[in-house]
């Protein structure tokens, strides 16, 4: 549905130019199809497939249903087949965001009381995986650093030299979770110096190319610890 209405848009903007197109042949990207107030095409891509999983649900339990907007009352007993299934506090908390965003209001309307989330349960670089050691040795310079500059690991793939400060003490114009714009405390300005005049990199960025398995969660835990120290 979004889709075709960026694609009707699209197309009234272009015969209003004066440029023939057929409706069938505008183009959508995946970028102007990601719902208001969702960021990251990962986030959209997820809400999409749980989604499709309540509705897959809703056909199984109630296919007297006929609309989404009518199944409401019944995102309660969705989340609780959840639990029933063994499923950890931050995953049926993500699929109560997701549906959150299927209906357009809080997941506090569902009337369903969301299991507490234990550290204990957050498995998010807490575990050791066979292939860390290689990468803490090939990028050791690298995660030096991010212990001093505490982004995220998508974040520091993405930053540039020209976002740094003139004396090295920050990182300006950082583009976060949930899209929000923030500058960033380094907390080593010396090491982030040498390190960016001797790694140089063609494309302007601070870092080469990051692997997506690197896990950074140790580094940002240190940079906190620093930070408020």
């Not at 979004?2 to 197109?21: D, F, L, P, T, W």
């Not at 970028?31 to 990962?42: A, C, M, P, R, T």
């Not at 995953?91 to 309307?109: D, E, H, N, V």
Request: hydrophobic share 30%.
């Amino acid at each position: 549905e979004k889709a075709n209405q960026v694609r009707n848009e699209k197309y009234e903007k272009m015969k209003s130019e004066g440029i023939h197109v057929e409706l069938e042949d505008v183009k959508v990207t995946k970028k102007e199809v990601v719902l208001e107030g969702i960021y990251s095409f990962q986030t959209f891509e997820d809400y999409k497939k749980t989604s499709l999983q309540f509705v897959k649900w809703l056909k199984e339990n109630h296919n007297d249903v006929k609309f989404i907007r009518d199944s409401h009352g019944l995102a309660a007993e969705y989340l609780q087949s959840l639990v029933d299934r063994g499923l950890a506090a931050t995953t049926i908390s993500s699929q109560g965001s997701a549906l959150a965003k299927l209906f357009g209001k809080p997941a506090a309307t569902f009337g369903f009381n969301f299991p507490e989330k234990k550290q204990k349960d957050i498995k998010k670089g807490r575990t050791e995986q066979p292939w860390k050691a290689s990468i803490q040795i090939k990028y050791a310079e690298e995660l030096n650093v991010l212990s001093v500059i505490g982004l995220r690991r998508h974040e520091a793939a993405g930053v540039k030299t020209s976002q740094i400060s003139e004396n090295y003490s920050k990182l300006h114009k950082i583009s976060g979770k949930g899209g929000k714009i923030r500058d960033v405390e380094v907390l080593d300005p010396e090491l982030l110096r040498k390190y960016v005049e001797s790694h140089p990199q063609k494309d302007g960025k601070i870092f080469p190319p990051l692997p997506k398995q690197m896990n950074i969660q140790q580094e940002r835990r240190n940079y906190v610890t620093k930070f408020y120290k």
